[in-house]
T-cell receptor
Framework: DTAVSQTPKYLVTQMGNDKSIKCEQN?????MYWYKQDSKKFLKIMFS???????INETVPNRFSPKSPDKAHLNLHINSLELGDSAVYFC??????????????FGEGSRLTVL | GQQLNQSPQSMFIQEGEDVSMNCTSS?????WLWYKQDPGEGPVLLIA?????ELTSNGRLTAQFGITRKDSFLNISASIPSDVGIYFC???????????FGKGTRLSVIA
């Protein structure tokens, strides 16, 4: 069983379209994340949810809307896709340890290509 | 925001050689984590360090949490072709919860 699974793995779409990426974790963790990895491989946090509540929202355009129906799922919906949205999006989960977010476990990534 | 300086950016080594990479920060970190990312995959946790001075091994990998709490290194001994990938350091800044990532070290191993 995959611990953190995200779908789809590849997504090719036209500018202006709306798309969603789904993520599920079976580790029993209380916190989930979305990271964006650009072409230079920099990993940048976008959002973090703890027990379905948004706790981190970095400077991300409001075209990106995360949704957490329960603590095992965190989906990412993107409206009006732009060329610059092309990247690999990683879902991750962790268990909060005190004031730290704990060790993150990542999914395999979803490569989004906007044409 | 917090930044981690990871070096080197890339390395080309011969199979069998030892490898060393490190991360530094201008501020104190509470934990240090080292991840490896294979092509087309997500980062995988290699080693987690929680106390200043801690030295931890995982097979041929050894990592240390610097005494000053502002740095960490990762060593790989007797490299093999499957060590190829991008290695990321990450850490929790003191007083903050978000995990900060370094920019990665891209390792290439020549057989």
């Amino acid at each position: 069983d995959t611990a953190v699974s995200q779908t789809p793995k590849y997504l090719v779409t036209q500018m202006g379209n709306d798309k969603s990426i789904k993520c599920e974790q079976n580790l029993g963790h209380d916190t989930m994340y979305w990271y964006k990895q650009d072409s230079k491989k920099f990993l940048k946090i976008m959002f973090s949810y703890n027990n379905k509540e948004l706790i981190i929202n970095e400077t991300v355009p409001n075209r990106f809307s995360p949704k957490s129906p329960d603590k095992a799922h965190l989906n990412l919906h993107i409206n009006s896709l732009e060329l610059g949205d092309s990247a690999v999006y990683f879902c991750a989960s962790s268990q909060i340890r005190g004031r730290n977010t704990g060790e993150l476990f990542f999914g395999e990534g979803s490569r989004l290509t906007v044409l | 925001g917090q930044q981690l300086n990871q070096s080197p950016q890339s390395m080309f080594i011969q199979e069998g050689e030892d490898v060393s990479m490190n991360c530094t920060s201008s501020s104190i970190f509470n934990t240090w984590l080292w991840y490896k990312q294979d092509p087309g995959e997500g980062p995988v946790l290699l080693i987690a360090l929680y106390k200043a001075g801690e030295l931890t091994s995982n097979g041929r990998l050894t990592a240390q949490f610097g005494i000053t709490r502002k740095d960490s290194f990762l060593n790989i001994s007797a490299s093999i072709p499957s060590d190829v990938g991008i290695y990321f350091c990450a850490g929790h800044p003191s007083g903050n919860t978000p995990l900060v990532f370094g920019k990665g070290t891209r390792l290439s191993v020549i057989a």
